[in-house]
């Protein structure tokens, strides 16, 4: 085997692993976060809801299949969540050096070599998944020797704004308008759109959508702290106004939560996998789904025209919320999936109704 | 809907081929959901080794056959309002379904309980089950049925190449085959018309990668995949035949939940409640795939997905049964979550089968789409080199890894591209031949990604070879190993050059220095969430692939660690997991925590919530010393799991580790020929006359002293059977050429072999060389029959009271001076009052469970109380005092095994075993044949009584049969024997006279509904037709006898006793 370079991942609490380099040899620091999914890692490590994340996938064997070839479908990459690698390292048990998949072109090493971005394998994944689990999340940073950096908390900055796309762009031609409002968006939210006969104009996250001509509005998942969101939030506050549909995905459940005027609050712990269920209040109806957040939607603050949409059966946590009467509805999960379940997918269809109805 | 207060559950029977343990630890589960409920539960099952079948684990207990006929019987006295069909294999659901269509389940207003008949039905026919799936969109294998060229070739065109070609109604395939292009075709086709008017024109899935599902739906229609695989090898070869991983490798996202979302279309559409499997194949080149098969109950996947994940299938499926909701079930790992969620993996596991093909006579080797494996392990690990490397040690095939074995591979070639069960040692084979991944890819479309992990193993293992001592091996590089899935054995074997170490002294080197280096594994959880929140879970692994240790040690002495059976394979499978699971039980019992290690998938032991820390890791030397560091147990009991942990007694003692009840030393000396033949001589106990002979004129002098028979056993064997009998200086040279190498290196026993001698067993249990409990059984078949496929009464009906007498004084004094603290078995050759010892274990046996359950005391919980160190009572429970017996019948699966010779001898060959309780001897035995798969002859009977010993022993038999109004047939010398003793039958011809009425046409149009075929030597013709015969009655499934003393007991069992007088009891009503 060649040469490889060691690196150490240290945690803000002074914890230290050692590890080996089979990406981009640079030091780094972010967010230390897991996730628990066993398959997915060409879409997750372009979700830029993990922006200035370190990531940590805990199923030990990653890089098997390796990385897609970069096809375009529809104006979108066929194969990515996002036009590269939005995580700031990633950080896992072992590495397959080879690969094996029809549908690869290289590597997952190369990949990250390619986008700048560090990997370290050889690590105690389950070992730093538990002390991230009680620390809720922790700062870290990849060290190579000589090269210390300082820690980095993408929490306390507006990094919503460093992956919202900085120019309007338009999807299709669809019968539905709908102002596609991106704060991360995850490609295969588009996708699903487009799916469903809609027409996609995908504006700046802190563009001012409440004049726009359309049949419906969607806000997006994205990275962080929903609280760093304020524009986009007076924003939808002003669109809740109105009888337009709405649907909204992760940081776009908390947005639409704020904009109705509830809190949001950091869970104790995250939910990173695709393995969650949650149930509609009320019903025998469970759905498993993908998620990825670490705020939540205090259900006691909702105001009296909103009802939660779903709870998590595991904690009991809010996972998505609508208005009683209006067409407004969000969930905390990715319906879009994308790496993860399927289950929820009909939420689209749900949205296209809400548009249906209202165009009438 | 009615309340459903009671429930029967169907088990599956004996084990066999295709249907085992799995179903054991199934219906076990099923009942504890039950039990949980509150509900009364009845249990159908003769088998009595299982754990299902023991005292707290269903209120009733029937052994009974698990036949729609004795079901109506237990459904007509218990009325229950609800019966479970899903948790006893194949063998419950067809039962279900029967009873279903007869309508006894309506007309005694039995509910069935979970997916509904109607469902089951329709997964189990392929041809409404490809419908249904066509309806909602989707795709099965397209297949074109053609009755002539010209449809062939349209059918061809349709479907495109490659093309496989079936010949319908021919049995083993014949006229079938593969086709790449037109001229192929034409040419296969023809021939196959030849065969067959109608031909089948499929295409080939050949290569494709086969992926399985497990996917649960509750009453509310949620549903969840609890687990998926992938299998090692590609289509073509059953799953039950194939190393298989979870979760899948090689699937991308998009692959796996394309998959997991159709696998939830058809469960939703078959309408399961409960649990079902969907297998599937995928194109390695393309996301197409196709759906396989659909098993709408519990299986062996599913037992196996339950372990590898942690997730409860059969519980659950119980509970979902039973009304509830997945969410409204506790997830029994976390304690926090519910069941509705899907298991997220933070390590791999890979299962690999374990085939005993070589103790069977004539079966082909070669794997394929029918199962011929016997048992299964699983390995967990956190890279696939370390799982595999496990997984091939605890297959217990005398492997230690993928590499570092003395294993020849004869045609690589040959071997990668028909497959047997040593194709993966012809991988590791063809790297040391210097093949490239990509060929080997060629030869056997196994996925590039496993072969390339396996190169990895190759490769170091090549760099290991440089070196010649263990300690010149960098810290690094030895870190590296372990983390492969080395062993120290492995290790040692590779660097250490020192041909003067024994192989057991270079593993303790490689174990020392790595200690040194502080290179020792961790122990990691199995939480079912993959860390993502805290669990209080004590399913463990042991992994090199770790930093941490998930578990912090009390290190009080207050732990006692049971070690298991391994795998299941012919001569150890169910019975041992009864073993060990009483003694955890009686460990807490006795206020100490029961700490488990076994890798067997199949069982209850490993059920996670059987002890109360379970080690699902290898039971090798080096392992248990590792977990025995770490737990720092009061002690260790190798003695309930049979052969296995028996044989580490001695190096662990070595190691000063506490050997709980007796001690190693007199393990050794009971396992020793040499030193336990001493011994019986000291005392006084007879033995057969035995040697170990290195050369033939050595093995003729001792003829000259003991005369033939001799019972001849080989330390090498070539090929074919271990042991064998022989009764003449032919068939010792011959069996010699055919079977073994006989030089210094290799001795063989050669053992004198009494005829018609009575073989008599003795469980017991002693503590500090006294019996306290004891159970005498014997054979229905003379000595000669392994004890594992022998019929066993207990309490014995037909001995002598001075031969119980002696038997009893030979085991006390044997007890007595191995100062025996624990379980023990001997067995007996008895004629006229004359004992020979033939073999003593200190250890439980296989009959264990049969003689406890009949007696209704535990023996294995009174010796581990006695192990434990507690004082236990004398046991004044005498056989006088049962007024029932009970009879233990051998399960046997030939049918599954193409080609073999389905004779007995003295090498075992039967996969399982059922135990019933009757009135008495003949409808113990009448009950116990008929759970084994016997039926009671309608009409028509074929003798063919071999020796004249036999002969005379069948003729009273054949007396009462034409009494009872039966029609008997003979072959030629029977019959003549026949008249001799005034009894006139008519003659049917043997196979290779070509004259009419010949067996073969009998066979074959089932004119004939038993067969009694007593092999009589082992001249060419006569194996020949006799094997002709015994192989066309396994194949045309008509009932086979092959042993006198049996056909004999079975005959005056179905003469005797009257179907309809058998007594339905439960085993409680048997005081």
Redesign the interface.
């Known amino acids: 085997m060649q040469n490889l370079k060691k690196a150490r991942l240290v945690l803000q609490d002074g914890t230290v692993?050692e590890g080996t380099s089979f990406g981009y040899e640079q030091s780094v620091s972010g967010e230390v976060v897991?996730y628990?999914?066993?398959?997915?890692y060409?879409?997750s490590l372009t979700d830029p809801s993990y922006k200035g994340q370190i990531l940590v996938p805990?199923?030990?064997?990653i890089g098997?299949?390796g990385v897609?070839v970069e096809t375009m479908k529809d104006g979108l990459p066929a194969?990515f969540e996002s036009d590269r690698i939005h995580c700031t390292a990633l950080v896992i048990?072992?590495y397959?050096?080879?690969?094996?998949?029809?549908?690869s072109e290289k590597s997952l090493g190369q990949w990250l070599k390619d986008q700048k971005v560090p990997g370290l394998f050889g690590i105690?994944?389950?070992?730093l998944?538990?002390k991230l689990?009680e620390h809720g999340s922790m700062l870290g940073k990849i060290v190579f020797a000589g090269q210390d950096v300082e820690f980095y908390d993408p929490n306390k900055e507006n990094i919503v704004a460093q992956v919202s796309t900085p120019e309007i762009r338009e999807y299709g031609s669809g019968k539905y308008k709908v102002v596609l409002v991106d704060c991360g968006v995850k490609y295969n939210i588009i996708r699903h759109l487009l799916k469903r006969n809609v027409t996609v104009k995908r504006v700046p996250w802190n563009y001012d959508f409440t004049q726009e001509e359309c049949d419906g509005v969607f806000l997006s998942n994205g990275p962080g702290d929903p609280a760093q969101c304020e524009e986009t939030v007076l924003h939808i506050r002003k669109m809740l106004d109105r009888n337009i549909p709405i649907m909204g995905i992760c940081l776009g459940n908390q947005l639409m939560a704020r904009a109705a005027g509830a809190e949001t609050y950091k869970l104790k712990?995250g939910?990173?996998?695709?393995?969650?269920?949650v149930?509609e209040p009320g019903k025998?109806?469970?759905y498993?789904t993908s998620q990825n957040h670490g705020f939540a939607i205090d259900d006691k603050t909702l105001p009296d025209d909103w009802e939660p949409l779903f709870v998590n059966?595991?904690d009991g946590t809010n996972e998505g919320i609508r208005h009683k009467s209006k067409p407004f509805f969000s969930a905390q999960f990715h319906p879009e999936?994308?790496?993860?379940?399927?289950?929820t997918e009909y939420l689209f269809d749900e949205f296209v109704k809400n548009m249906e109805k209202s165009k009438k | 809907m009615k309340e459903i207060n009671k429930i029967l559950l169907l088990g599956s029977g004996a084990l066999k081929i295709g249907e085992a343990g799995e179903f054991d630890y199934s219906g076990s589960q099923a009942l504890k959901a039950i039990r949980e409920e509150g509900k009364y539960s009845v249990l159908i099952n003769p088998n009595i080794a299982t754990v299902q079948t023991s005292e707290g684990v269903a209120d009733k207990i029937y052994f009974l056959p698990v036949t729609p006929d004795f079901v109506e019987e237990v459904i007509r006295k218990e009325r229950p309002d609800g019966i479970l069909l899903s948790f006893g294999g194949q063998t419950a659901l067809n039962c279900g379904v029967e009873l279903y269509k007869r309508g006894v389940l309506e007309k005694y207003d039995v509910a069935v309980l979970g997916t509904p008949v109607q469902s089951i039905i329709d997964t189990e026919d392929r041809e409404i089950f490809s419908g249904k799936l066509h309806e909602i969109g989707v795709k099965t294998p397209r297949s074109i049925a053609a009755d002539n060229m010209e449809q062939a070739l349209k059918a061809a065109e349709e479907l495109g190449f490659p093309l496989i070609i079936r010949a319908a109604y021919t049995l083993g395939g014949l006229g079938s085959g593969f086709c790449a292009n037109m001229e192929e075709l034409k040419k296969l086709a023809g021939s196959a018309f030849s065969y067959s008017p109608q031909i089948l024109v499929e295409e080939s899935l050949k290569g494709w990668k086969e992926i399985e599902y497990e996917v649960v739906r509750d009453q509310?229609?949620?549903?969840?995949t609890v687990c998926n695989m992938e299998n090692f090898d590609p289509l073509g070869i059953h799953t039950g035949e194939s190393i298989v991983v979870a979760?899948?490798?090689?699937?991308?996202?998009?692959e796996?939940?394309k998959l997991?979302?159709i696998a939830?279309k058809i469960i939703r559409h078959v309408g399961i409640v409960g649990e079902c499997n969907v297998q599937y194949c995928l194109d390695?080149?393309?996301e197409d795939y196709r759906v396989i098969e659909v098993n709408a109950r519990l299986s062996r996947s599913s037992a196996l997905a339950s372990k590898a994940t942690g997730y409860p299938l059969a519980f659950v499926a119980a509970k979902l049964a039973m009304g509830y909701?997945?969410?409204e079930i506790k997830n029994s790992v976390t304690k926090?979550?519910?069941a509705?969620?899907?298991?997220?993996?933070?390590?791999?596991v890979c299962k690999i089968p374990r085939w005993d093909l070589n103790k069977f006579e004539g079966v082909s080797k070669l794997i394929g789409s029918s199962m011929k494996s016997v048992g299964e392990i699983m390995a967990i690990g956190?890279?696939?080199e370390e799982v595999i490397q496990k997984g091939l040690r605890m297959v217990g095939q005398g492997m230690h890894g993928f590499v570092g074995n003395n294993k020849e591979v004869k045609d690589i070639d040959e071997e990668l591209v028909n497959p047997t069960d040593n194709r993966i040692f012809a991988i590791a084979a063809a790297f040391d031949k210097g093949y490239s991944?990509d060929k080997i890819h060629e030869m056997t479309r196994i996925?590039?990604?496993f072969l390339?992990?396996l190169?990895n193993i190759h490769d170091l293992k090549e760099e290991l070879a440089k070196y010649t001592t263990v300690r010149g091996v960098t810290p690094m590089m030895l870190k590296k190993a372990k983390q492969m899935g080395f062993s120290d054995f492995q290790i040692g074997r590779l660097t250490i050059k020192d041909e003067t170490l024994s192989a057991h002294e270079c593993m303790l080197r490689v174990r020392a220095y790595r200690k040194e280096l502080g290179i020792t594994p961790?122990i990691?959880q199995i939480d079912t969430?993959?860390?993502?929140?805290?669990a209080q879970t004590n399913y463990l692994y042991v992994t090199y692939?770790?930093?941490?240790t998930?578990v912090t040690y009390e290190r009080d002495g207050k732990s006692v660690v049971v070690l298991g059976s391994g795998a299941y394979r012919i001569g150890s499978s169910v019975e041992f997991d009864w073993c060990c699971v009483s003694a955890v039980n009686a460990i807490k019992k006795a206020g100490y925590r029961s700490v488990m290690i076994n890798y067997n998938p199949e069982t209850v032991s490993t059920d996670y919530d059987t002890c109360d820390r379970l080690y699902f890791d290898e039971l090798s030397f080096e392992r248990v010393m590792d977990i025995v560091d770490l737990e720092e147990p009061k002690g260790v009991i190798v003695s309930t799991g049979g052969q296995i942990p028996n044989n580490l007694a001695m190096r662990l003692y070595e190691q000063h580790v506490n050997i709980l009840g007796t001690s190693a030393l007199s393990i050794d000396r009971a396992e020793d020929r040499q030193k336990f033949s001493t011994m019986c001589d000291q005392l006084g106990i007879d033995q057969p006359r035995w040697r170990e002979l290195t050369s033939i004129d050595d093995i003729y002098k001792f003829i000259d002293e003991v005369g033939f028979p001799l019972l001849i056993r080989p330390s090498y064997v070539l090929s074919g059977a271990a042991m064998n009998v022989v009764s003449n200086k032919e068939e010792l040279l011959h069996f010699l050429e055919l079977a073994a190498e006989v030089s210094k290196d290799h001795p063989v026993v050669v053992t004198e072999f009494v005829q018609q001698a009575k073989e008599v067993e003795i469980d017991a249990v002693a503590q500090e060389g006294v019996i306290k409990a004891y159970a005498i059984s014997e054979h229905v078949e003379f000595a000669g029959v392994h004890s594992g496929d022998a019929t066993i009464v207990f309490p014995a009906q037909k001995l002598y009271i001075e031969t119980i007498r002696r038997i009893k004084k030979i085991a006390r004094a044997i007890a007595k001076e191995l100062n025996i603290s624990g379980p023990f078995n001997m067995q007996f050759l008895a004629k006229d009052n004359d004992i020979k010892v033939i073999e003593c274990n200190l250890r439980a046996s296989r009959s264990f469970p049969f003689v406890s359950k009949v007696l209704k005391s535990n023996f294995v919980e009174l010796a581990t109380r006695i192990m434990l160190g507690e004082h236990v009572q004398e046991l004044h429970k005498s056989v006088f005092d049962l007024d029932y017996v009970g009879v233990k019948a051998s399960q046997f699966s030939f049918a599954r095994l193409l080609k073999a010779d389905p004779v007995l001898g003295v090498d075992m060959s039967s996969t399982g075993e059922v135990g019933c309780i009757g009135e008495n001897y003949y409808e113990a035995i009448l009950k116990s044949m008929l759970s084994v798969g016997h039926r009671i002859p309608e009409k028509n009977i074929l003798i063919s009584s071999g020796p004249t010993r036999s002969k005379v022993e069948l003729l009273e038999s054949t007396k009462i049969l034409l009494e009872k109004g039966y029609n008997v047939f003979a072959t030629a010398g029977t019959a003549k024997f026949l008249e001799d003793n005034g009894i006139n039958v008519p003659v049917l011809y043997w196979p290779d006279e070509e004259r009419e009425p010949n067996i073969m046409d009998y066979l074959k149009n089932k004119k004939i509904d038993m067969v009694v075929n007593i092999p009589k030597n082992l001249t060419k013709r006569e194996l020949d037709n006799g094997y002709k015969i015994r192989r066309a009655a396994v194949d045309y499934n008509i009932p086979l006898l092959t042993n006198a003393r049996l056909a004999s007991a079975f005959i005056y069992a179905i003469c005797k006793v009257d179907k309809k007088d058998i007594a339905i009891k439960s085993w409680d009503e048997y005081k």
Request: charged share 20%.
């Open positions: 692993f897991f628990t999914a066993m398959t997915g060409p879409e805990t199923y030990p064997m098997n299949y897609p194969f048990s072992d397959s050096f080879a690969y094996s998949h029809w549908n105690d994944t389950r070992a998944t538990k689990r712990y939910h990173r996998s695709h393995n969650q269920p149930m025998n109806r469970c498993i059966v595991n999936a994308s790496s993860g379940p399927v289950d | 509310y229609d949620n549903c969840i979760p899948s490798q090689t699937l991308s996202n998009s796996y939940h997991r979302e939830i390695p080149n393309s909701g997945l969410h926090v979550t519910t509705c969620f899907e298991p997220a993996l933070d390590y791999i956190r890279t696939f991944v996925d590039k990604w390339e992990r190169k961790c990691k969430l993959a860390g993502e929140y805290p692939n770790g930093a941490e998930d």
